[in-house]
Each structure stands twice: as C-alpha cells, then as structure tokens.
C-alpha cells in the first residue's frame, strides 16, 4: 500500500499466484485508507453562497457585451473584477474545505480552479500577474506540475502506446511551430499564446494524477456544477438588466453538467428530487447560453446513445433515452409557458428561436455563419500555402472582414493551418484512439456501477470536440485546461474500472483452498 492507500503494484498486471491469497488482508487496509466523509460540507455551503453573492452582483453591474466583441488576444484584455474577487475569496475557502475532507491542498487547488473557470470561464482564465505573460490557468498548472512530479514524485501516467506516440508527436509539431514563430521574428507574445495549444496538454498527467479514487471523482463533479450554476446565477442577473443581449453564459460548461445529471437520474444514482432541481437550474443555462453549438451537442449525444455500442448499460440504455427526452421535453414545455407570459423572456425566447432557425434554414442571411465560413475559408487557404508544417506560431489570423486577431472558431481548423498534417495527424490519432478506448472500457464494465462516472465524462469529451468544431478549444485556456484534465480523468477512470474488474475476477482465499 502507498500513502494514498492505493494498490503499490509493479509493472504488469496483477497473478493470481501472488495477489489472491492477500485479497482478505488489503481489503480491510483499503477502508482504513479512504474513510467515508462528506462531500458537501459547511466550508462547500459557504463557498457556495459567497460565490451566489458575487455573481448575482457582478451580473446586475455588468455592461452589456456586443455581439462580436473580439476574443482575448496577447494581454489585451480585461477581465472584469468579480473574477478576481471570487478567486481570491474562495482559495482559502478551498484550503478549509480540503482540511474538514482530508484533502490534499493540491487537489484543493484543483477543485479551485474547476469552480472559477466554470463560474467564469475567460474572465477568471486571464487574470494575469502584473508585468508578466502569464495567467492564473498557465500558474496552476505549473503548482499542480510541482506538487505532482517534485513534491510527490511520481512517474508520468501508464498509458497506451498509441497514445504515447501520438500525444509526442503532437507535442514535437507544436515545438516546431514555436520554434519558426521565434526564428521568424514573429511577436513573442503571440508565439506563446499559440504554444497552448499544444502546452496545456500537460493538465493531461495532473487530471489522471489527481483522481485517486472515486471519493475524488464525486468531490469535481460537485465543484464543477457549483461553478457551472454560479455562472447560471450571473446570467440570471444579466439578463434581467439587459435582455437584449445575445448570449449571458457559456453553454459548454451548462451543457457538460446538465448530461451529467440526466445520465445519473436514469441510472438513479441521486434522488429524484434534487435531479429535477438540478436539471432546471441547467437547462435555464441552455437558453442563456443561446449557442447553436450545444443543441448540435445535445443531437451528436442522441445519435450516439443509439448508435454506440456500450456507450450505456444495456438494461439502462434505453430508460436512459427516454429519461433524457422526457425531462428535456418537460422542461422546455415548462420554459416556453413562461417566456410566453413574461415579455423579456419571450423576446429572448423568438430570438433563440430565430438565430437557431437561421442557423439551419437560412444560413445565407446569418452572418455569424457567414462569418465562420470565411474564416474557415480563410484557415483552408493558409493551410494550403504550407501543408506539412503549416505556417507557424505567432501570425495574426486577420483577413479581408477583420482586422482583429478573432482565429478561424475552428479548434481543428487550427490545428491544421498553424502546425500542418505533422499537427493534425497525431492530434485525430489520439483523439480516435482515445475515444474507442473509452467506449470498449465502458462495455467491459457495464456491471460496476462506478461506470456512470467514466459516461459522464467521455459524453462531456464529446461535447467538448464537438463544441471545439465551431469554437475555440486547444487555443483557449478556460476550454483547452479542463478538455484535457478531463482526458487524464478518462483514462484514469478506464485503468481503475478494469482493475477493479480484474480483482473482482480473482478467486477468493476459500475458494482457492477449497480447489
């Protein structure tokens, strides 16, 4: 046993010579190890009104945002200084939090940085120390990194080989684009900020490292949906001060937790009561975010749950489908009776309605879409001038409608035009490689009821691909840090799910003595 109380095994999988006959003597030594405490405790209540506090205030103060208002750029932006008041409050929160759970501080501040990129995504991503390129996303990473590999140290995590390679290779083509934005005399600041697209790959080991044990898993998913609902809260009070505005929250961060909880009522793993709660809270964020991105989310979801075998249990794949369009089918009947009585929310309801409708009908009049084709048009002829090693880090993405450094809101796009197929390439090995991975884990494990949680988060990697199809991912810190956490948390899950299978598969001491 380690100090974690995890399993010390050597290299290799497990005999049955040399592991069944201490089955008896770990599994007591596995209780002591991880005692039963509470998830929500008074530290986690009072984060949660705190945070309640700051972004309902903050969303009644807040300006309106302008349709295309450009994206962060270099260290141009300002975020506002709610972001900074939460993070700064809630980080020693955090610490009691951890003390009261017997956390470690270094999962502390995980669980701190889920809660406020959730709660704010880009605001709270871009805080910066003054004078210096670096953000508070690139500054956790860098602690976490410490306290794993110097403090702890551990070894890198065990994963396939196919990964390993794809995930290098992805990395090698990065240093290249970095290294001819350098020689190239291209601005420094510009080349670093295109570099984390390939560097915040490294929250990859602190996701897998991180999640120890299924006590771990429960703890992020609560925190990520604290800060998904404060975001909810701060969009709330921004609507009610300017309805005209387009769109009040990021639907990515409602979209991953409102799955996570359909998923968990249809496999009744939390109670009725506070999945229906939950479920509202959540779906109020879908039409808040007003993001055609995640209904094409929700409909990619659906096709999958059909078509994917193993993606659930069997018994359960199909209360699953009819849990989901129920609730969904409620809910949004319950939301249209109300914006048909309320003024504001009907306005903002027509137009949800009518920029959905435009999206799909009318794409010729929609000049958000218009918008993406030229700048994907824009990205395809780049990529063509260089297409092995494309053209580079550190080059403005502007063109013939834009004079601001606004990228191609392609995530793949790019990929492709900067680092060329040497990017690319490796980039959808891994992603494919790590997706069938995923769903063969889920179908050798459909009997462990810890499968839900390795669901949830493959369903949240879906979403975060498909979501990256029309918006930014790799590029941006508050999307590219939790995508490939999340990734970490996958493969993590996958390994203790088949070990768990494999001890549940050795014979008892009894039955061994007795054959």
């Known amino acids: 046993m380690n100090q974690n109380g995890a399993l010390a095994l050597r290299a290799g999988h497990p005999t049955r010579s040399g592991f069944s006959a201490e089955r008896s003597a770990v599994a007591p030594v596995l209780i002591r190890k991880h005692p039963r405490t509470r998830i929500v405790n008074s530290w986690l209540i009072l984060i949660g009104i705190v945070g309640a506090i700051i972004a309902v205030a903050d969303g009644l103060k807040r300006p309106p945002n302008s349709d295309l208002e450009p994206l962060p750029q270099s260290l141009q932006y300002d975020p506002y200084s709610a972001a900074l008041l939460l993070a700064g409050i809630t980080l020693p929160l955090a610490f009691a939090y951890a003390r009261r759970a017997r956390a470690s501080l270094t999962e502390a501040v995980f669980l701190w940085f889920i809660l406020c990129t959730a709660a704010y995504t880009k605001d709270f991503s871009y805080l910066r120390l003054p004078g210096v390129p670096l953000f508070v996303t690139d500054i956790v990473l860098i602690v976490l990194l410490t306290s794993i590999y110097i403090v702890q140290r551990r070894r890198g995590p065990r994963l396939p080989v196919v990964l390993n390679i794809s995930l290098a290779l992805f990395a090698l083509a990065g240093v290249l684009a970095a290294a001819r934005g350098f020689l190239g005399h291209h601005d420094p600041v510009l080349v670093l900020r295109d570099s984390a697209i390939v560097g915040y790959s490294l929250f990859l080991p602190a996701g897998y490292h991180l999640t120890r044990n299924w006590l771990v898993i429960r703890r992020i998913a609560v925190w990520f949906a604290l800060g998904a609902a404060l975001s909810i809260l701060n969009g709330l009070a921004q609507f009610a001060v300017v309805p005209e505005q387009r769109r009040f929250v990021s639907g990515i961060y409602v979209l991953v937790p409102f799955v996570g909880v359909l998923v968990m009522m ?62 969904a089918a ?36 929609d000049p958000y879409w218009q918008f993406r084709l030229m700048a994907w048009q824009e990205a395809w ?12 880090f550190g080059i403005p993405f502007k063109f013939d409608i834009w004079d601001e450094d606004v990228r191609p809101h392609n995530t793949f796009l790019t990929v492709l035009y900067k680092m060329g197929l040497l990017g690319f390439l490796p980039l959808l090995i891994f992603l494919f490689y790590f997706f069938w991975l995923g769903f063969h884990c889920l179908r050798r494990n459909q009997t462990n009821n810890h499968v839900v949680f390795l669901e949830i988060v493959i369903l949240a990697q879906v979403c975060f691909c498909v979501w990256g199809g029309a918006s930014l991912m790799l590029e941006s810190p508050y999307l590219a840090s939790l995508f490939w956490a999340g990734v970490g948390i996958s493969l993590r899950l996958a390994q203790k799910l088949d070990f768990e299978r494999s001890f549940e598969a050795l014979p008892d001491q009894n039955q061994v003595e007795q054959s």
């Open 266 to 327: 249809a496999n009744r793993l939390i109670r009725t009561r506070v999945a229906w709660i939950l479920a509202g809270i959540f779906s109020i964020g879908l039409f808040l975010a007003n993001s055609r991105s995640v209904f094409v989310s929700i409909v990619v979801l659906f096709v999958l749950a059909l078509l994917v075998p193993g993606l659930f249990r069997r018994k359960r794949r199909l209360v699953t489908l009819i849990t989901a369009l129920v609730t």
């Open 330 to 365: 409620v809910l949004a009947g319950s939301f249209t009776l109300l914006y048909l009585h309320l003024r504001s929310e009907r306005d903002f309801a027509v137009r949800v309605a009518g920029e959905l409708s435009s999206g799909v009908l009318h794409t010729s009049n």
């Open 381 to 392: 002829n780049r990529f063509k001038e260089y297409p092995a090693a494309g053209e580079g």
